[in-house]
């Protein structure tokens, strides 16, 4: 299979990218190496005969058109958004910009293609979300995918206008789509501003490690390569017009989360004082939502599909990577808005 990967050189795209291409798959990696796109992160694939690059933005409609021609892809994997929360509330324009407008003209250009090529039933549009579309929850319950949209944050409603534009067209035109909406990923080459590196660096360098509000936040956690290997699972497996939550069945509050980060420093790297006394409680972030849970049972029971690490397992990946790879981070560390605080502004 051909698949048009958008946003293949950022965390999750280049993960579905490298996996890909260990399966067999022809990769095609469409991005516009925005601040957070990274080449370094598709390096070892690079030089593969099934890998080609387009450096191309999703808002650029003649270049989407070339690129489909040149390419002739039999899918499309949509990973290409504007996804750090405090971002949007700094500057929701972009986000709007990227996900909801960016989304609307791939759509347009990936109709356009399938329709000159006689409107194949195999070919997918699939679309990748998250799970910030539904809201928030509280103590109890999980989001499933007949959960209504509540957005909270201007990412994640334009997410949820995504959403609706890939499923709009499949109804009004009949465009072949799969969504899938995932819970908090990490893993490596994880973007230096996320939680979890900013845990790990933060750590590393002697720095007050932020955590916002009390620390109770929760989100269920899912491995990036365990995601990977959901998303491509989907993708080849999948009924035309369903719907997946992809989750990793590892709920933590931040709190926790950061703890057992420090604890995992403390055995690796030790230091003259336990990691954990870095903690700083900060202001929480505007619209915080207080929790997300998944429920993956859709997914697992007509897929087959679970994720194969635990959180602890994941977390002592993750961190010994990040140990192993300071070149990669170091060069991400001067880019715009990295290291310091965002979100706390009332937009622009």
Known sequence: MKILVTGGAGFIGSAVVRLAIARGHQVVNLDALTYAACLDNVASVADSPSYAFEHADIRDASALGAIFDRHQPDAVMHLAAES?????????????????TGTYTLLEATRSFWEAQGKPAQFRFHHISTDEVYGTLKDEGQFTED????????YAASKASSDHLVRAWGETYQLPFVITNCSNNYGPFHFPEKLIPVVILNALAGK??????KGLNVRDWLYVEDHADALLTVLEQSENGRTYNIGGENEARNIDLVESICAILDRLRPSDRPYSSLISYVQDRPGHDYRYAIDPTRLREELGWRPSVTLQQGLEKTVQWYLANPDWWQALQARDGVGTRLGTSKGT
């Open 208 to 213: 007050d490690i932020p955590v916002y509000g």
């Open 84 to 100: 750090h929360v405090d971002r949007s509330i700094d500057g929701p324009g972009a986000f709007i910009d990227t996900n909801v």
């Open 147 to 154: 959960t209504p949209y509540a957005p909270n944050s201007p």
